[in-house]
């Protein structure tokens, strides 16, 4: 952990919350409740392993596979399924697509329900109870505060996600990219387009 | 107790919780029904969202026959009920609204929360 010294000399405690989880952590070690090696692969998984890349390559391929795409629409849990990507929050998921006449955003007023199987670990502002209240009564300002101006001849659909479903985005394809592959493609499937407070990235901004 | 080791993590991780449950009566909604939402305030858990109580909207999806998140809570079983995905307008739910009058919120709810609407 990072160390943080002030300029009396002498180092401050790290915050509460780290504070907490680790006395919570080695509670549970020293009891016998948890394995630490099993805990250090929980969070490898969702740091490193699980993560917007995944739900990236299906969103792209989507976009370059109309066939694959109607699929997800039809049938979003059983497609993640056959990919591998499935599991704790992401048992039953649906598509959603946005079109020349509809954005569709997604949230959890309740909690912070989020498609972690696809899309790794939601944002610290998903959670956060303005986004959660203001989403849905006023939608419109909220995504002008992340810089996405839907017209006002669009229809904006918001999903709260209260029971087990989980709700994706399937952002539109940027204009001018009908010659990218599949892997360039997922490059302009930012994560915030899939919960669709975001555009897909056009492709001049994206890294070449 | 058997505890969960490192190399078994990732599969129980990718193996999924079926959610829902077999053998389903028939449901009251169909897609496109009109449906208002009952006034419902239970001291303990549930999944129905303050801002939709008394508000009336359509059935936009029939998710399937689902596990009852509200007895599950209090440990009074899976008490499976149909699920449904109900549409909204904005201003259905937060009166004057600036958008698209055809702006929408979806939510997902269980047959209890629902009455047939009345017109």
Known sequence: ?208 | MRLLQANEVHDAIRTPTNFTRPDAPPTRFSVGDRVTVRNLNPTGHTRLPQYAKGRTGVISIHHGFFVFPDTMAHGEGDQPQHLYNVRFTVGELFGKHGGNPDDHVYIDMWESYLDEASS
């Open chain 1, 1 to 208: 952990m990072e160390q943080i010294t002030s300029s009396d000399g002498y180092t401050q405690p790290p915050p509460y919350a780290a504070l907490r989880v680790k006395a919570i952590q080695s509670l549970l070690v020293d009891k016998g409740l948890v394995v630490e090696d099993a805990l250090n692969e929980v969070v490898d998984l969702y740091e490193n392993r699980i993560g917007p890349k995944d739900g990236a390559a299906v969103i792209a391929r989507a976009w370059a596979e109309p066939e694959f795409r109607q699929q997800l629409l039809d049938d979003g849990t059983g497609t993640l399924a056959e990919l591998g990507m499935t599991g704790f929050e992401g048992a039953h998921v649906v598509f959603v697509e946005n079109t020349d006449t509809v954005h569709n955003v997604v949230v959890c007023t309740l909690c912070s329900c989020y498609p972690w199987a696809v899309l790794g670990l939601p944002p610290a502002w998903y959670k956060a109870p303005q986004y959660r209240s203001r989403a849905v009564m006023e939608p419109r300002d909220v995504l002008q505060e992340f810089g996405t101006f839907v017209p006002d001849d669009k229809e904006v659909r918001v999903w709260d996600s209260t029971a087990e479903i989980r709700y994706i985005v399937i952002p539109e394809r940027p204009a001018g990219t009908e010659d990218l592959t599949v892997e360039q493609l997922a490059e302009l499937v930012n994560r915030d387009s899939m919960i669709g407070t975001r555009l897909a990235t056009p492709r001049q901004e994206a890294i070449a």
